[in-house]
C-alpha cells in the first residue's frame, strides 16, 4: 500500500521566517495531495491540497509544491505568525482496484512552533 | 451543515466493557472513514466505507475493532472487550466526490483504564 513519509517531525521559527514541511510518497497512483493544520485539541483541518496534474498552488501565504516525477511535494509557509504554531499532516490519496475512494494516507506530522 | 458529528466527544471506560463511538457525516457525502490517532502511531486509517459498503478494513488492529454503517447518515466503531492500549483520539471524517476534501468530526477522546 501507500506509505507517506514527511520531514521535519519538529520545526521552529522565528516570526516572520519561512517554514517548509516535505513528503514523499510511494505509489505512483497517487493523484491528491491534501495539506492538514491541527491545532491542540482540535480536528485536523485542511489548508490546501494539490492534484498530480498541477506542479505548484499557492494561497495567500501558503503553497504547495509537487514532483511527480521524484514522488514528492512540500509545504511552504511565508511570513510566519505564531497562530500558525500546529501540527502540520501532509497526505497523499491512493487508487484502489482502478477505482478511487478518497482514502487518505497520512504523513507522521510536523510540529512546527513560530516564536514571536 | 453543522459538519461530520462525533459521539460521545470523551469516553472513559474500564478495560473488557464494550465502547461504540458514533459518527454522521455530513449530507450528501458518500465515503467515510475511521481514524485513530496517537502520538506514537500518528492517524491511522482503520476502516473506509464508500456508499455504505466497507471498502478496506486492512488497518482494523484486531478483531475486536468492528465498524459498521447501516445507512448514509450513521456509523459506528466498536471495540469489544476494550482493553488500554486502545485510548486514543478517534476521528471520523467523510468525502464527496472522490479526492476531494476530507471533513474530520471533533474526535472521541477514549480512555481505557
Known amino acids: 500500500g501507500e506509505n507517506v513519509e514527511q520531514h521535519p517531525s519538529t520545526l521552529s521559527v522565528q516570526e516572520g521566517d519561512s517554514a517548509v514541511i516535505k513528503c514523499t510518497y510511494s505509489?505512483?497512483?497517487?493523484?491528491?495531495f491534501p495539506w492538514y493544520k491541527q491545532e491542540l485539541g482540535k480536528r485536523p483541518q485542511l489548508i490546501i491540497d494539490?492534484?498530480?496534474?498541477?506542479g505548484e498552488k499557492k494561497d495567500q501565504r501558503i503553497a504547495v509544491t509537487l514532483n511527480k516525477t521524484a514522488k514528492h511535494f512540500s509545504l511552504h509557509i511565508t511570513e510566519t505568525q505564531p497562530e500558525d504554531s500546529a501540527v502540520y499532516f501532509c497526505?497523499?490519496?491512493?487508487?484502489?482496484?482502478?477505482?478511487?475512494?478518497?482514502?487518505?494516507?497520512f504523513g507522521q506530522g510536523t510540529i512546527l512552533t513560530v516564536h514571536p | 451543515d453543522a459538519g461530520v458529528i462525533q459521539s460521545p466527544r470523551h469516553e472513559v471506560t474500564e478495560m473488557g466493557q464494550e465502547v461504540t463511538l458514533r459518527c454522521k457525516p455530513i449530507?450528501?457525502?458518500?465515503?467515510l472513514f475511521w481514524y485513530r490517532q496517537t502520538m506514537m502511531r500518528g492517524l491511522e486509517l482503520l476502516i473506509y466505507?464508500?456508499?455504505?459498503?466497507?471498502?478496506?478494513d486492512s488497518g482494523m488492529p484486531e478483531d475486536r475493532f468492528s465498524a459498521k454503517m447501516p445507512n448514509a447518515s450513521f456509523s459506528t466503531l466498536k471495540i469489544q472487550p476494550s482493553e488500554p492500549r486502545d485510548s486514543a483520539v478517534y476521528f471520523c471524517?467523510?468525502?464527496?466526490?472522490?479526492?476531494?476534501?476530507?471533513?474530520f468530526g471533533q474526535g472521541t477522546r477514549l480512555t481505557v483504564v
Open positions: 505509489d505512483s497512483a497517487s493523484n491528491y
Open positions: 466505507f464508500n456508499n455504505n459498503v466497507p471498502i478496506d
Open positions: 449530507s450528501g457525502h458518500n465515503s
Open positions: 497526505a497523499a490519496s491512493i487508487k484502489a482496484g482502478g477505482t478511487s475512494y478518497g482514502k487518505l494516507t
Open positions: 471524517a467523510s468525502s464527496y466526490p472522490v479526492n476531494t476534501e476530507a471533513f
Open positions: 494539490i492534484r498530480s496534474n498541477v
